[in-house]
């Protein structure tokens, strides 16, 4: 059995070679025509909606500054328009903050007249934060900037490129939500997002016929706020 007493610098190379001289599955994958096609479309497509995303948040941004609204506001605002109430728990931890700091987070948007705090009817322990109207009509307001943009730049595609765009689109929705799937203790909250999106709930802090479900309890430190 033969040792190497220098280090090669491509001994990771001479490694993935068996003793038959073939290379292992990975070395192979990485010099395959296919593999290196497909990783440089994926950085192209990567790079396109970055741009195309990139132009579309700056046009938002701008109505915001306008508007006064930080971007934290926003998000906060977007978040609880598709969902319209949610624990402070929750909040927190999409926004990768501590209680205390979400909690003041909220005491400033609810000072601006932004979000509202709610109690739910079955068990008054429980706080949520809902939107108020000139919370929803903020993100309104910033999005509809965006929305404009997109349909003027809609109208300047072909049909067979529309068919192309919505069909890509999808294809992206669910192979997002698949990797999202695919590792919920790594991707923590958004995991939820997602099948939230896709599923919405019904409006906790309104009473519920006889017989109706109770829904799950919120996350954990979502009593009070």
Request: proline fraction near 6%; aromatic fraction near 2%; charge should be negative.
């Amino acid at each position: 059995m033969r040792t190497n007493v220098l280090a090669d610098p491509d001994d990771g190379a001479h490694d993935a070679e068996g003793t038959d001289g073939t290379r292992s599955g990975g070395e192979a994958a990485r010099d395959d025509p296919g593999s290196m096609d497909r990783r440089r479309a994926a950085e192209a497509a990567m790079a396109n909606l970055g741009r195309a995303v990139g132009s579309l948040r700056c046009a938002g941004s701008q109505r915001l500054v306008r508007l006064g609204i930080s971007m934290t506001h926003f998000h906060v605002l977007t978040l609880l328009r598709h969902h319209d109430a949610m624990p402070m728990g929750r909040i927190a931890e999409i926004l990768d903050a501590s209680m205390s700091s979400a909690t003041g987070i909220i005491d400033r948007m609810e000072e601006r007249g932004l979000v509202e705090r709610v109690r739910v009817p079955d068990d008054r322990r429980v706080v949520l934060v809902r939107p108020t109207q000139t919370g929803n009509d903020v993100v309104d307001e910033a999005e509809l900037v965006k929305s404009e943009i997109l349909a003027s730049a809609f109208a300047r595609m072909e049909p067979g490129q529309l068919e192309r765009l919505a069909l890509a689109a999808t294809d992206l929705e669910h192979a997002i939500g698949e990797e999202l799937a695919s590792d919920p203790d790594r991707y923590g909250a958004l995991t939820q997002i997602a099948q939230d999106h896709r599923h919405p709930s019904p409006d906790p802090t309104m009473p519920r016929a006889a017989g109706q479900a109770v829904p799950a309890s919120p996350l954990p430190g979502s009593a009070g706020a």
